[in-house]
């Protein structure tokens, strides 16, 4: 079972990278937020890897910038419909810190955000996550409070340029991707229309 993977990145692509280890060229299934955050390919990456096994698909390897992330991976796949794919969705859209302070205000809208996550899902998540200890408690307090809207929650230039691209015919990871990739690029205060400038210039490359 692998459990970590140090080494180059060769490939990029919408949801999984490829990562060259002493000449091995490892395929590790990612979330758009950890692809986007990747080193340049020939950079060198650490990745945490949670190894799966499936009659049909046979051996994958997903992968994690952080521990925690890795850990929120696998006990979100304990709650019943909750499967890879919706786990890396609900990941995409909430760190482990937010997914914690989501879960303590019962906050089941910001779950529901997540690609493939449907408000019962995020209901069912919501609640069996309470007594689960997604991150550290102290660090899952101060986002509560750090993180509880005194209103309407502010749309981040990221967001909008996110919907913006969805609405161009974008699929949404792709869109995540190289608009993590521009905000990377820019700066996480770079204008909407500079992100989205700089995101289909990523589009075409």
Request: net charge negative; with cysteine; proline share 6%.
């Amino acid at each position: 079972m692998i459990g970590r993977l140090r080494g180059l990145v060769a490939e990029v692509g919408e949801e999984e990278a490829l990562i060259d280890v002493g000449g091995v060229g490892y395929v590790v299934r990612c979330g758009a937020r950890t692809l986007g955050r990747l080193p340049a390919p020939g950079d060198e990456a650490l990745l945490h890897v949670e190894t799966q096994w499936a009659e049909a698909t046979g051996m994958r390897l997903y992968g994690f910038l952080t521990r925690e992330e890795r850990r929120a991976f696998v006990i979100l796949q304990d709650i019943q419909g909750v499967g890879p794919k919706a786990a890396l969705g609900v990941l995409d859209v909430l760190s482990p810190p937010e997914l914690a302070a989501a879960v303590a205000r019962e906050d089941k809208a910001a779950v529901a955000r997540a690609n493939g996550v449907g408000p019962k899902l995020a209901l069912r998540i919501v609640t069996e996550l309470k007594d689960k200890p997604i991150v550290d408690g102290a660090v899952a307090a101060f986002h509560a409070a750090a993180l509880t809207p005194a209103g309407p929650p502010p749309v981040s230039a990221a967001g909008e340029a996110v919907a913006a691209l969805m609405g161009l015919g974008v699929a949404e990871v792709s869109a995540r991707r190289v608009v993590d990739q521009a905000a990377l690029r820019l700066g996480e205060d770079a204008p909407e229309a500079a992100l989205i400038k700089a995101a289909l210039q990523e589009l075409g490359r």
